[in-house]
Structure formats: structure tokens, C-alpha cells
């Protein structure tokens, strides 16, 4: 099947840094209460029906376009605490529900979710999800032992709270590889969403894989309802401007790493990562 599942972050009454991670680049994530309003109206028009979650997504090439066309789901990085001080009610209010991946090291942190809201918005019928359980910069490039490490962790911690199997997750950073989804299948993960801008449900190691479609501050304010768009050329950019930046790393090499260190360098607060 194919699905156009929507990658949102924070989202914020009057500060970025009332919830989630701290930093200029986290930050860029994060959308005012306004512009997430926005983004789910337009969502809406295109598709009345609610979202679809991870129980429902199985990997092969769909044989009906139209199944193709009317399933998108919600998605919500970092386990910041706006999922349930704003998210989830916005989306209940439609008779929706999203999913939310929780980085787990951060629970009942500052500007984060605690062990009682996730119990109580996993009731509540939002899916609960793993995002590695420190958030690693560069994910991708630890040994697979430490990336197997976080998976484990996380996933542990949030069974621990829920008291029910958890396995879903997505990968912090955008930082995927075949690694990343055999550590996570090894680990009990079934579900794996990457930023990877495509709407094929695939397979990896024996986890499902979902890409996403990135939403962040300073987009249109309708460029969620052209994501979700039949014959979206919103989605044919995404996908155009993720390979592109592909294409830049190996040009660049070491500059490009140290340049992406840089923006993802620790600053003074301790919430500091990348999104
Ligand atoms: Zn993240």
C-alpha cells in the first residue's frame, strides 16, 4: 500500500522553547498553534475521514489508487510536551488520532511529556512510539550495538509505562539506514518511519518501513493539504529537494559534516539536539 504520512514537530503558544528540543535548528521544526491549525484545516478538506495508524500500514505496492489517495496519517516527533497540551486535542476534536514518538531519556524533563500524559494519550487512542532513547546526532553512523542499545532502551521504557507492547518507532534525525531498521526489528520494532519523502509502505530486516513528509516552521500554511493531494506535485518536490541534499553530502564530505555539527552543536541548554 502506499500512505502520505505527515511529519509534524512542537508546536507552540507564544515560544518555540515551551516544548521539545532547544536549539536554532529544532527549533526551525516547530509551528505556532496558528500555522498547526492551519495545516490540519487544509488536511481536512482534502480528506474528511481520519487518519490512518500504524496497525493498519502494510508494505507491497498498492493495487487500488484509490486506497492509494485516501490514506495519510499523522505523525509527531521528539516527545515533546505540546502533543498533549495541544497536539492531541486539536486532532480529537476532528476524531482524529496522530502518533507520537517519544524520546525516551527526556521523559518528565522540562518541556516534555511525562510518564502520565503518554499513559494517558496512549488511552486516549494516539499511537505511542519509540525515537531512539537519547537522540543521537547521526544515528546512522553509531555502531550497531549502540544503535540496537537505544532501541532496546526506549522501547523497554515505554512498555514500562504503558504496561502493552510497543512497536513502532521512527528514526531520530532522519539518520535511517538498513542498519538502523535491522536494529530496530531485532529490538521488537514492526514499524519504522523515516523522513524519506515517499509514499511506498516498504520492508526492511522484517520491519515495515513508512516514509514522511516534513512540515516546517515558515511552509505555506497549505502545504499539508497539498501533501495529502491526489497527484500532489507537493510530494514530487519533497521527494525532489530530499534527493537533492543527497546528492550535496558526498560533494562536500567533511566540510558538509562539520558544517552539520555545527548547527547540531550542544548549546547552554541541556534539551539541546537536533529534531
Ligand atoms: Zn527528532
Given amino acids: 500500500m502506499r500512505a502520505i504520512s505527515l511529519l509534524f514537530h512542537d508546536v507552540y503558544l507564544d515560544d518555540p522553547s515551551e516544548s521539545g528540543f532547544v536549539s536554532a ?7 505556532t498553534v496558528a500555522d498547526f491549525d492551519a495545516q490540519l484545516a487544509g488536511v481536512a478538506a482534502v480528506h474528511p475521514e481520519p487518519p490512518i495508524l500504524a496497525g493498519s500500514l502494510e508494505p507491497g505496492d498498492a493495487q487500488d489508487v484509490a486506497t492509494d489517495t485516501t490514506s495519510f496519517a499523522i505523525t509527531v516527533d521528539d516527545g515533546g510536551e505540546s502533543y498533549y497540551t495541544t497536539v492531541a486535542d486539536r486532532l480529537e476534536r476532528r476524531g482524529w488520532r496522530g502518533h507520537c514518538f ?10 516534555f511529556l511525562s510518564r502520565s ?5 496512549a488511552e486516549r487512542g494516539h499511537v505511542i512510539g519509540s525515537h531512539s ?12 550495538p549502540r544503535i540496537a542499545a537505544e532501541w532496546g532502551r526506549s522501547r523497554a521504557a515505554l512498555e514500562d509505562i504503558l504496561g502493552q507492547r510497543v512497536d513502532v518507532a521512527s528514526v531520530p534525525g532522519g539518520s535511517y539506514s538498513s542498519v538502523v531498521a535491522r ?9 519504522v518511519f523515516t523522513s524519506e519523502p515517499v ?7 522484517g520491519c515495515v518501513l513508512v516514509g514522511r513528509f516534513t512540515i516546517r516552521r515558515g511552509d505555506a500554511n497549505d502545504l499539508a493539504r497539498r501533501l495529502v493531494s491526489p497527484a500532489s506535485g507537493a510530494r514530487a518536490c519533497a521527494w525532489a529537494s530530499w534527493n537533492a541534499k543527497g546528492l550535496v553530502r558526498p560533494v562536500l564530505g567533511r566540510s558538509y559534516t562539520s558544517i552539520a555539527d555545527w548547527l547540531l552543536a550542544t548549546g547552554p541548554s541541556d534539551r539541546v539536539s537536533q529534531p
Avoid: M, W
Fill in 25 to 31: 535548528a529544532a527549533n526551525r521544526y516547530k509551528l
Fill in 102 to 111: 517519544v524520546t525516551t531519556d527526556f521523559i518528565g524533563g522540562r518541556g
Fill in 117 to 121: 500524559q503518554i499513559r494517558e494519550l
Fill in 133 to 144: 532513547a537519547s537522540h543521537p546526532a547521526r544515528f546512522n553512523r553509531l555502531p550497531f
Fill in 183 to 191: 536494529a530496530a526489528c531485532d529490538a521488537g520494532i514492526r514499524v
Fill in 199 to 205: 509514499t511506498r509502505v516498504g520492508t526492511s530486516s
